[in-house]
């Protein structure tokens, strides 16, 4: 029953039906991102696991829909449309923001008693205790604001220097970059949840330092990997990170 559920959900997108599934990967994209990221994991990974990437508003196919400035906000409507899909295992992976969405998510179910992810996947992303840069980016003027795009290498150049696409991906970026900026982390237990850490050995956004002081956020198995590549590794070294969720997920089912 949940199978058609997703299908028709606005909140899960590229998603492919797998009838040898034990496991379900929700994953959760980076800011000014959409679902459509992780559209070719399902190909990627193996039968026992199948992928629900999350689609957020103001994006993609729901582009006409009012974004999100409040992470809080976000992870409140995400419990109302994806607790009828956690009817079987599931897993949490997110990138940057989306990494910052994975943690909050599981804090927020733990809390409420809900059903738990099995294995918490947060990429890309310092942990929220470690010290805030805090740069503030939804506030930048328009100039400034595309030079830091510009840095972080994750926008195509052609879709950056067109002055028409970016006012159009600007509001929205503005909506995402407000949420990782005005996020407060509240200290609590830490979860009974495995978690994996992957970081960009060439990534000037996140060290290795604070990408370990996720371990102080769980009470159980932690593990830590550094890949090739800047802040978007997950692109750049896509089936190697495939290859290690992999292996995690199927040790655990």
Not at 164 to 187: G, N
Not at 200 to 218: C, F, M, P, R, V
Not at 226 to 251: A, T, V
Request: proline share 7%.
């Amino acid at each position: 029953m949940s199978n058609n559920l997703i299908s028709s959900s606005p909140w899960i997108t590229n998603y492919k039906y797998n009838p040898y599934s034990k496991v379900r990967l929700f994953c959760f994209p980076y800011a000014g991102a959409g679902a459509s990221i992780f559209r070719t994991w399902a190909d990627l990974l193996p039968k026992e696991i199948e992928v629900c990437p999350v689609q957020f508003p103001g994006r993609e196919n729901r582009f006409l829909e009012e974004p999100f400035t409040n992470l809080n906000n976000l992870i409140d409507e995400l419990i109302n449309h994806l607790i009828p899909f956690f009817d079987k295992p599931f897993v949490f992976y997110g990138h940057s923001l989306g990494s910052l969405v994975a943690f909050t998510l599981a804090n927020k179910l733990k809390e409420e008693n809900l059903a738990l992810p099995i294995l918490l996947f947060l990429s890309g992303k310092d942990s929220p205790q470690a010290v805030k840069k805090n740069k503030n980016l939804y506030k930048l003027p328009q100039g400034e604001l595309l030079e830091e795009l510009g840095r972080l290498n994750g926008t195509p150049n052609e879709i950056l220097n067109n002055i028409e696409m970016m006012e159009l991906l600007l509001p929205l970026i503005r909506a995402d970059f407000s949420m990782h900026d005005t996020y407060v982390y509240k200290p609590s237990s830490p979860l009974s949840i495995p978690i994996s850490v992957f970081g960009g050995i060439d990534d000037h956004d996140t060290s290795y330092e604070n990408l370990l002081k996720w371990k102080e956020l769980t009470n159980k198995e932690f593990s830590i990997r550094m890949l090739p590549g800047d802040h978007f590794f997950l692109e750049s070294e896509r089936e190697k990170l495939i290859e290690h969720i992999s292996k995690d997920i199927l040790k655990e089912i």
